[in-house]
């Protein structure tokens, strides 16, 4: 099987592969041929960039939802201290927090820097974020094919064949979650996963030769540093995000089993020293050590979901499974297919071992299929029965998936004909946290709202997500106070010492929980009903 100029595997034929100039696929992965002044725009540069615009509108028309508050949370507690930073929630030591990630303290810097809040920062992530997703998709998928459209089939195939039951978690790449989630770090780190992928596959093919291959380019594995440079940015997806990291993790060993050959020591000692290094920046970074994938019990009962409702979720991403199965036909040992069977042991060990949390690389486990179905379906014509049926199999999925899920995402409201159903729309809480001082301790029984108040700089009594900050036991105890201080039998005794307890000032609660005696109604939202109280001292 021959080698192309950038070490990617031609699969319109030997002659074809080398003819082609060094630097080729490189260069088309963003834009159409060797120089832009020279050759016009890829089709993934223009219709990447038109999808760039429209999910950035899209993400910027609807309320902050989710996750948002906690990493706005995070940012306004470095802004408070960029070196000691208190816990992401609750009036505690932030010491060991996860959420004080490298993405994270560059967001608290230029919070310093500018004076923009943590929910602007947030805001303003998203089209980053965005950047780095398309373009390391694009060159990911070059490293797989020289076929210009793969990389637009690829984006379409991730963003629209999921499932036709809704899910708004991040880490998934619909339409719907991302319409949400493009602020979060685990867009970054995804999109920082491609890149990376793309950098091992690339690597990998020119570590060695194997009998029969015929390698077009400079000899050699490359400098050493390319390797530690690669292993700095899989350091770095550790720190950001956990469970993507171990997807990405498996990615890359599926690359590395796939491409690289010969194993003699030269070749041993580079992906020795990408290990070495990605170990040594997790271990090296001041805020946090390297906290394990699975985020404790908390984050394994929320987690549960995904495999619950893996099903409906992610059906329709099954049709890529011809694609990676005539994959396998051709080579088993095909990147494609090694890095479906890696990920694929990843979830399957989460279910079995009750570590649901690993339950979150899903949204990483469905891209083989996706983009062994794109790279399939980007084939030059004339197509055999087979694809043809395959293509027409694609563009009924497709719709499907957008017409029952992700429409609504990036059709609003105003223009839909149809009624598609929306991407959640929390209400805004500035009404209430512009009577709370920052850092002070506020109780409520409001599900929306204790998730949003911390990206106002508001501490909770019982922090909403899992931190190892606070040990998960201690987090239930002040979740069952929280329960006591709201029982209508609890008396004001009672409820004082668990305010004490906590530092507790200020209550919001819903239109159904009665204003205990001792507080004092300061505010009230007349769409929701909530009242802002204040405990009297």
């Given at each position: 099987m021959p080698y192309s100029g950038s070490g990617s595997v031609s699969p319109d034929g030997g002659a074809r592969a080398r003819r082609r100039p060094r630097g080729a696929l490189g260069a088309t992965a963003l834009r159409g041929g060797r120089t832009w002044l020279t050759r016009r725009p890829s089709p993934y540069v223009v219709l990447g960039g038109l999808f760039w615009v429209v999910l950035t509108l899209a993400y910027w028309r609807v309320s902050p939802c989710c996750d948002s508050g906690r990493y706005a949370a995070v940012i306004e507690r470095l802004r408070w201290d960029l070196w000691h930073p208190a816990h992401?929630?609750?009036?505690?030591?932030?010491?060991?927090?996860?959420?004080?990630?490298?993405?994270?303290?560059?967001?608290?810097v230029a919070a310093r820097l500018t004076g923009l809040s943590g929910w602007a920062l947030v805001e303003l992530a998203g089209p980053l974020n965005l950047l780095v997703l398309l373009t390391g998709v694009g060159r990911f998928v070059r490293v797989l094919t020289p076929r210009p459209w793969a990389p637009v089939l690829a984006l379409l195939f991730m963003t629209l064949l999921w499932g036709t039951e809704r899910i708004v978690w991040s880490g998934h790449l619909g339409l719907m979650s991302m319409t949400t989630n493009l602020g979060h770090p685990s867009t970054f780190t995804i999109g920082l996963?491609?890149?990376?992928?793309?950098?091992?596959?690339?690597?990998?093919?020119?570590g060695g030769l194997s009998r029969?291959?015929?390698?077009?380019?400079?000899?050699?594995?490359?400098?050493?540093?390319?390797?530690?440079?690669?292993?700095?940015?899989?350091?770095?997806?550790?720190l950001t995000h956990q469970v993507t990291a171990?997807?990405?993790?498996?990615?890359?060993?599926?690359?590395?089993?796939?491409?690289?050959?010969?194993?003699?020591?030269?070749?041993?000692?580079?992906?020795?020293?990408?290990?070495?290094?990605?170990?040594?920046?997790?271990?090296?970074?001041?805020?946090?050590?390297?906290?394990?994938p699975a985020g404790g019990a908390g984050g394994d009962g929320t987690h549960r979901l995904l495999y619950?409702?893996?099903?409906?979720?992610?059906?329709?991403?099954?049709?890529?499974?011809?694609?990676?199965?005539?994959?396998?036909?051709?080579?088993?040992?095909?990147?494609?297919?090694?890095?479906?069977?890696?990920?694929?042991?990843?979830?399957?060990?989460?279910?079995?071992?009750?570590?649901?949390?690993?339950?979150?690389?899903?949204?990483?486990?469905?891209?083989?299929a996706q983009v062994a179905l794109a790279v399939e379906l980007a084939a030059p014509r004339p197509w055999g029965r087979g694809r043809r049926v395959l293509g027409a199999v694609a563009a009924a999925g497709v719709c499907v998936g957008f017409l029952t899920v992700q429409a609504g995402a990036v059709v609003p409201r105003s223009l839909d004909p149809v009624g598609f159903e929306q991407p959640p729309r929390p209400p805004a809480y500035a009404w209430a946290a512009r009577h709370v001082g920052a850092g002070e301790v506020l109780l409520t029984d409001g599900y929306v709202a204790e998730r949003a108040l911390p990206g106002y700089g508001v501490n909770m009594a019982a922090p909403p997500w899992p931190d190892p900050a606070?040990?998960?036991?201690?987090?239930?105890?002040?979740?069952?106070?929280?329960?006591?201080?709201?029982?209508?039998?609890?008396?004001?005794?009672?409820?004082?010492?668990?305010?004490?307890?906590?530092?507790?000032r200020w209550l919001l609660l819903t239109r159904w929980r009665a204003v205990p005696e001792e507080a004092v109604v300061v505010d009230w939202n007349p769409r929701s009903g909530e009242v802002l109280a204040r405990i009297a001292p």
């Open positions: 992401p929630t609750a009036d505690l030591p932030g010491a060991g927090s996860p959420a004080y990630s490298p993405y994270a303290v560059v967001q608290g996963t491609f890149w990376a992928w793309a950098w091992t596959g690339a690597r990998a093919r020119g029969g291959v015929r390698y077009v380019g400079p000899s050699g594995l490359g400098s050493a540093w390319a390797y530690a440079g690669l292993g700095a940015l899989y350091g770095l997806i550790v171990v997807a990405a993790a498996a990615g890359a060993v599926a690359l590395v089993g796939a491409w690289q050959r010969g194993w003699w020591g030269p070749v041993v000692g580079r992906w020795a020293l990408t290990g070495a290094v990605a170990l040594a920046v997790a271990v090296a970074w001041p805020y946090h050590g390297v906290p394990a619950t409702g893996m099903g409906g979720h992610l059906w329709l991403a099954l049709l890529g499974l011809p694609a990676l199965w005539a994959r396998a036909r051709r080579s088993p040992r095909d990147p494609l297919v090694l890095m479906f069977g890696a990920q694929c042991l990843v979830v399957a060990y989460g279910w079995v071992g009750g570590h649901y949390a690993y339950g979150g690389v899903l949204g990483l486990a469905a891209v083989p606070l040990d998960e036991a201690a987090r239930r105890r002040r979740y069952a106070d929280v329960g006591a201080y709201l029982d209508p039998a609890a008396t004001r005794a009672e409820r004082t010492e668990i305010a004490r307890r906590y530092g507790v």
